[in-house]
């Protein structure tokens, strides 16, 4: 079975109360949050050898619009492209570094120095890949390359000259920047862009025609945010990040819905759509296709290298490129791997079955909130994961199965 083929859980024929049961979680979803802080859309989904691919959709790709530019809005389906915003470190960087490790290309714990020479001075030698997978190379969390440079190369290089906010290798600090300038270094190593990278060691290895690098067409894409507000509301109040920047210092801020273009304003403004921390739009059956062949497909990823990439690291909840955590389900903890995105996605792979769960929630469409009154990212994957386990454990399908993958 073809990754887009495993469709809705009504497409495959799936038990109906299954199907039913997701149709639910996704509806749960969609509910998620105070009133005018719920998301626009919700797709929820997972996967099993038992239950094959089950998705569901609800609410709205575009919503409706009124006014000088009236539209009809548009259903969300799960054929819809998803911005998948941080959800790529995992999906495209760190499944790409996972490839080029296996393929003896990547030492995870050379200095980046040796590749990246412009990366030098006040510890930079110190830094490898591996700390910058685990968050640890001692990066300042953010920066508006943007306010800087507008042109990809430029801003890559200014990522290399900042100095480090902190020694690397003693803290977990959770960093943007570090995971576009690991992003860089993959590139130098594979010897061609990011996005093209990723189509050879990943996307065309598991069929994935519709996961890609930024900007896609519009039509194929559910919308990501309505604007660079979060962003501005940053600039100009200095929070969670001091930056020495204001909402001045650039004149690129987009104000309507964006769709079909990666929301995150690094990404879009200075690093041409496509960076390693952001920038990976997928329809959640690829994304479940995905996260299975990065957990459980040993002739994509040889056990030894997922081994290590699933492991703790010195912070026993920060793998390589992983979260590490436990989901409760109705037959006890769940180990998964994880990693959720700022727009409201979300990938887990459990560490001890094949079991795969993703969700995506619009939760920047329609939505007009400062960022910390923004319905967590957390609070939606909590729904969805949960819903999602119960119906597979309603279904029988939650305990440890044989191999495969979707699409196998």
Do not use: I
Not at 340 to 353: E, I, M, S
């Amino acid at each position: 079975m073809e990754a887009d083929a495993l469709g809705t859980a009504d497409a495959l024929g799936t038990d109906s109360d299954l199907g039913a049961a997701v149709t639910a979680t996704a509806r749960a979803v969609l509910a998620t949050g105070a009133e005018g802080r719920r998301p626009a859309g919700a797709v929820v989904g997972a996967w099993t050898p038992a239950t094959g691919g089950v998705l569901a959709a609800a609410g709205w790709a575009a919503l409706p619009r009124a006014g000088d530019a009236p539209a009809a809005g548009e259903e969300m389906t799960p054929a819809h492209r998803l911005d998948l915003a941080s959800v790529t470190k995992v999906a495209a960087t760190t499944a790409v570094a996972a490839r080029l490790v296996a393929a003896g290309v990547l030492d995870l714990h050379a200095p980046v120095a040796e590749v990246l020479p412009g990366f030098a001075g006040g510890g930079k030698e110190r830094v490898s890949a591996a700390d910058l997978l685990r968050h640890r190379g001692g990066l300042a969390p953010w920066v508006p390359l943007y306010c800087t440079t507008t042109q990809r190369e430029a801003a890559l290089d200014l990522v290399e000259r900042l100095p480090l906010a902190g020694p690397p290798g003693e803290r977990t600090v959770y960093s943007d920047l570090g995971f576009a300038l690991l992003g860089r270094l993959l590139e130098r190593l594979a010897g061609e862009g990011l996005a093209a990278a990723f189509g050879r060691w990943v996307a065309a290895p598991l069929g994935l025609q519709r996961t890609v690098f930024g900007p896609v067409p519009p039509a194929s894409a559910a919308t990501g945010s309505d604007g660079d507000g979060v962003e501005r509301e940053m600039l100009a109040s200095g929070e969670p990040y001091p930056t020495g920047f204001g909402v001045a210092d650039f004149d690129g801020w987009r104000t309507g819905p964006v769709r079909g273009e990666v929301a995150d304003g690094n990404a879009a403004h200075a690093l041409g759509g496509c960076s390693g921390h952001a920038g990976l739009f997928a329809p959640l059956p690829d994304l479940l296709r995905l996260g299975a062949a990065l957990v459980h497909d040993e002739g994509f990823l040889p056990a030894d290298v997922r081994a290590r990439f699933t492991a703790p690291g010195p912070d026993a909840d920060q793998a390589l490129g992983f979260r590490r955590a436990r989901l409760d389900t109705p037959a006890g903890p769940l180990p998964v791997v994880a990693h959720p995105g700022f727009t409201g996605t979300y990938l887990a792979a459990a560490t001890d079955r094949p079991l795969v769960l993703a969700a995506a929630a619009t939760r920047l469409h329609g939505v007009r909130a400062p960022r910390a009154e923004l319905t967590p990212v957390d609070a939606f994957a909590r729904t969805a994961t949960a819903g999602l386990l119960a119906a597979l454990a309603a279904a029988g399908a939650l305990e440890p199965g044989g191999p495969g993958t979707p699409g196998s």
